[in-house]
């Protein structure tokens, strides 16, 4: 269950590392908006 929390927790930093650099770049902000939407 701790590797399962820590394996959860890694993909949440790179999901928010993923929306910051998309957002940052302005590329597919409108194409992904709703899925990327927080």
Not at 13 to 26: D, M, Q
Request: glycine share 10%; charged share 15%; proline share 0%.
């Amino acid at each position: 269950m701790c590797g399962m929390a820590a394996i959860f927790e890694l993909m949440f930093v790179l999901l928010f590392i993923l929306h910051s650099g998309v957002y940052s770049a302005g590329k597919d902000v409108f194409t992904n908006g709703d899925i990327l939407d927080f």
